[in-house]
């Protein structure tokens, strides 16, 4: 697919078919992401991958337990699963001490949302996880994920067969100054 036609099809998909990836597809966009280029190419995250639906609820419990129901309206809706139920969430962890981790950590997940648009997969970028490893369970859940020594959560990717269509945002081109 050509790279300025997935940019402009890319969207935040919030329903998802059951069915899982087929691990050649996964593969391409995890490779995406690790051919992400960095600050002095220090590479500075870690990708869990995870298939199994009980532990991406698990993560989506303690974020909510961390906000409350208070804390964002979508949280209030017992329907709400910040995973949108996807079958497949990629966790992308980065060094704590890297000055860049956080750019660099939203190249790689970027570039993985592009590849999965390029091989007719569904994506959404979501940093509402980061809750889960402010709270209790936090370590815990760190542990399960395989999050390295020195690292922590920068953000999420949920993945899967979109079973929802959306429109392009509009775009606002006064954003932009030529100078």
């Known amino acids: 697919m050509d790279v300025l036609k997935a940019i402009s099809d890319r969207r935040s998909h ?10 050649e597809v996964l593969s391409a966009i995890l490779k995406a992401g690790l051919e992400a280029p960095s600050a002095r190419n220090h590479q500075p ?6 298939q199994d639906a009980e532990l991406i609820q698990a993560v989506h419990d303690e974020a909510a337990a961390v906000m409350g129901k208070g804390g964002n309206p979508r949280f209030s809706d017992d329907a709400f699963q910040m995973f949108y139920h996807a079958p497949t969430a990629v966790f992308i962890f980065g060094e704590k001490d890297f000055g860049w981790t956080q750019v660099d950590c939203g190249i790689a997940v970027e570039n993985m949302a592009l590849a999965a648009e390029g091989l007719g997969v569904g994506s959404v970028i979501l940093g509402l996880p980061k809750p889960a490893f402010m709270g209790e369970k936090a370590d815990e859940l760190r542990a399960r994920l395989q999050c390295p020594e020195g690292y922590d ?3 999420a990717l949920a993945l899967g067969y979109p079973a929802d269509t ?10 932009i100054s030529r100078i």
Request: zero cysteines; charged letters at 30%.
């Open 14 to 23: 919030r329903i998802y078919q059951a069915e899982q990836l087929p691990e």
């Open 153 to 155: 959560f920068v953000i």
């Open 45 to 50: 995250w870690h990708f869990s991958v995870v």
């Open 166 to 175: 959306k429109e392009a945002h509009e775009l606002h081109w006064e954003k």
